[in-house]
């Protein structure tokens, strides 16, 4: 009978980090279950280890967790949507369509992951905020069903309730309630910046965080708070190889600095950042942002 490890290891994570089984179970799987896990009496569904490692602000290497091949597939297409999102491309229904098809039957955690990129589909112009944000309180009471709206969270998060509540937060700042949204952004970035969240999700999770955060202090007129905040992500990205926002960061930063009276940097940078966006295929970030940079500073640049 072949024995598998990953029960063990999740129980050192879990030991290290100082977690109770139920913190980390919490709205994932029973206690019980967490127990059998890590005794090796069961072999766990990989979704549900990864959300159980990923409470512990850990990645699992899924090579070590037994899959089927409809397992195995979708893993693969989680990988492709979560790519293709992550550089602001939304053309991914094919996808999704395949990921629900794959297999008659899914998880709780397999069904919350496709509702929410389903939501992030629908909503892919950014417009729908009202009914993306019912939707989205919706597929997070998957797993956290006492989840209020406006409340923060008061338990372990998975990466996928991380990037919930990050869109939770932006639909709420695009309806007005401005304070509330920033409030949440910057509990979730202290939650990822702490000593539970290692360096590899850390890094993954924090850009897009601090993203919209300086995006919406630049909004409030708070340029200093925009530039920190800007600052901070495009050193996240740079010493972790994170390229998929440093020309976002990148961007940020320049335009910051240009409203802090440091335009002839800022502008390196801006030009830095809008060669990148041409260079990864998002072109379309530059043709937006050229003729703002035209009448806000008297940029012209040729691409």
Known sequence: MEVYTIGR???AVRKEKRISQLDMCRGLCTKA???????ELR?????LIEALFSR???SVDLSKVPMTKADF???NLEYLINSKVSMDEFDIKGLLDEYAACKKSMTHLERQFLEFYGTLYENRNFDKYEETLKNLVSVLKITMADYELGELPRQLL???EIFILNNIARCKYELGEKDNAI?????LYAHVDSKIFSIEEFSIIAPVILF?????FGDLGDDEKALEFSARGLEICIEHGRLNYFAYHLFNKGYAMSLLNNKEYGKKMIELSLGVFNKIGQKRNTDYVLPILKEKFGFDFSF
Do not use: C, D
């Open 33 to 39: 279950m967490v127990s059998y896990i890590e005794n």
């Open 212 to 216: 919209n955060l300086a995006n919406w």
């Open 43 to 47: 072999v766990p569904h990989r979704k």
């Open 56 to 58: 512990l602000g850990e």
């Open 9 to 11: 290891l999740l129980k």
């Open 158 to 160: 998975t990466k996928t």
């Open 183 to 187: 409030e949440m952004l910057q509990f």
């Open 73 to 75: 597939r979708r893993a």
